[in-house]
């Protein structure tokens, strides 16, 4: 059987009055790297994206473990939950970052994207099980009734649907 990250617990944000300069345990993190997986963001503006995170044009078309160790570097970093970044091709995005983590001194743990309505699923979590990093895995459910734009989920009450 093979060994996954053992991350002992996810640190909250920090309180600067209380905690300054603290050190952390795990962080949840995403890396990503436009010139490997496509990121249809970065190819064309995308309103939805901009309606949660606001104006992202200067964001870096690649931010790496390196980067995030340097941004981080006042803090004690133990390990990682590396989350899927939207790309256009999920199942290459975390084949990816299994090759990312299993090259890092870090320990990263990573969570995959999945659809739980896909009638495929099962194909998915077969090869998520391959993946010695690869810990849990989840869908996105944003939805916002007042704005369309701020929806990622297929339809607003898809947590209710027993199916």
């Given at each position: 059987m093979e060994r996954?990250?053992?991350?002992r617990h996810v640190m909250s944000a920090p309180d600067p009055k209380r905690d300054i300069g603290a050190a952390c345990a795990v962080q949840c993190?995403?890396?990503?790297?436009?010139?490997?997986?496509?990121?249809?963001?970065?190819?064309?503006?995308?309103p939805g994206f901009e309606a949660f995170v606001g104006d992202y044009s200067a964001l870096p078309?690649?931010?790496?473990?390196?980067?995030?160790?340097?941004?981080?570097?006042s803090r004690k970093v133990d390990g990682?939950?590396?989350h899927e970044f939207i790309s256009e091709?999920?199942?290459?995005?975390?084949?990816?970052?299994q090759q990312l983590?299993?090259?890092?001194?870090?320990?990263?743990?990573?969570v995959g994207l999945v659809d739980f309505r896909d009638?495929?699923?099962?194909?998915?979590?077969?090869l998520y099980r391959s993946l010695s990093n690869l810990t849990a895995v989840r869908q996105h459910l944003g939805w916002d009734n007042h704005n369309p734009l701020?929806?990622?989920?297929?339809?607003?009450?898809?947590?209710?649907?027993?199916k």
């Open positions: 996954r990250p053992q991350l993190v995403v890396l990503y790297d436009s010139g490997t997986n496509r990121y249809g963001i970065f190819a064309r503006k995308d078309r690649a931010y790496l473990l390196d980067d995030y160790l340097r941004a981080t570097s990682l939950i590396w091709d999920p199942i290459k995005e975390v084949t990816w970052a983590a299993a090259a890092s001194e870090v320990p990263i743990a990573l009638p495929d699923l099962s194909e998915r979590l077969d701020r929806r990622f989920a297929p339809r607003a009450d898809l947590m209710a649907d027993p």
